[in-house]
Antibody
Framework: QVQLQQWGAGLLKASETLSLTCAVH????????WSWIRQSPEKGLEWIGE??????????NYNPSLKSRVTISIDASKKQFSLKLRSVTAADTAVYYC?????????????WGQGTVVTVSS | EVVLTQSPGTLSLSPGERATLSCRAS???????LAWYQQKPGQAPRLLVY???SLAAGIPDRFSGSGSGTDFTLIVTRLEPEDFAVYYC??????????FGQGTKLEI
């Protein structure tokens, strides 16, 4: 059974870089998409982006509203994927989730991490 | 960009009753890419329905999804106490960003 475990710094200052990592326990790593989503009272659930690792190629999709500041990367050898969000502001304060988007569910998000509360102070 | 609008914002019902939740897209979308999630306080969302009407593994059959085009519905027959939560629809798998609706709170 696939489980996702995520970690990273929870308290940042404005202009710093948010960095989170998600480890995939169990199951296959290739073929599925691996996503980051955040949730705040102001914006609700917001999809950040995704990555797919197939063979030696990675495919990324990002939310256009965040694309200039976001990088999602993958370490297939460790079965981990990561999120970096640069130049954070208070508007980036949210709970951040990693999630799996498998082909078997037409890429809906079926497995989620436990969430990381990220607070950005000015 | 497509916008998903959920209604009602809050639905007050009792255990044993039937809940009907609506998700309307601002333009026609593929039903293959419409999902419903349930979220309880302090927890991550849980996938209930994908492809507009297919239940995810382990989801009880009192949940059902339907719809096409711009109008989609999640129905919960015979509400159980554990069904009271916030429900979100999501459009995914086509052109990003993969957007969520604003949610419907199902309360006792």
């Amino acid at each position: 059974q696939v489980q996702l475990q995520q970690w990273g710094a929870g308290l940042l200052k404005a202009s710093e870089t948010l960095s989170l990592t998600c480890a995939v326990h169990g199951g296959s790593f290739s073929g599925d998409y691996w996503s980051w989503i955040r949730q705040s009272p102001e914006k609700g659930l917001e999809w950040i982006g995704e990555i797919n690792h197939s063979g030696n190629t990675n495919y990324n999709n990002y939310n256009p509203s965040l694309k200039s500041r976001v990088t999602i990367s993958i370490d297939a050898s460790k079965k981990q994927f990561s999120l970096k969000l640069r130049s954070v502001t208070a508007a980036d304060t949210a709970v951040y989730y990693c999630a799996r988007a498998p082909l078997m569910y037409f890429f809906a998000l079926d497995i989620w991490g436990q969430g990381t509360v990220v607070t950005v102070s000015s | 960009e497509v916008v998903l609008t959920q209604s009602p914002g809050t639905l007050s019902l009792s255990p044993g009753e039937r809940a009907t939740l609506s998700c309307r897209a601002s333009q026609s979308v593929s039903s293959s890419h419409l999902a419903w999630y349930q979220q309880k306080p302090g927890q991550a969302p849980r996938l209930l329905v994908y492809g507009a009407f297919s239940l995810a593994a382990g989801i009880p059959d009192r949940f059902s999804g339907s719809g096409s085009g711009t109008d989609f519905t999640l129905i919960v027959t015979r509400l159980e106490p554990e069904d009271f939560a916030v429900y979100y629809c999501q459009l995914y798998g086509t052109s990003p960003p993969y957007i969520f609706g604003q949610g419907t709170k199902l309360e006792i």
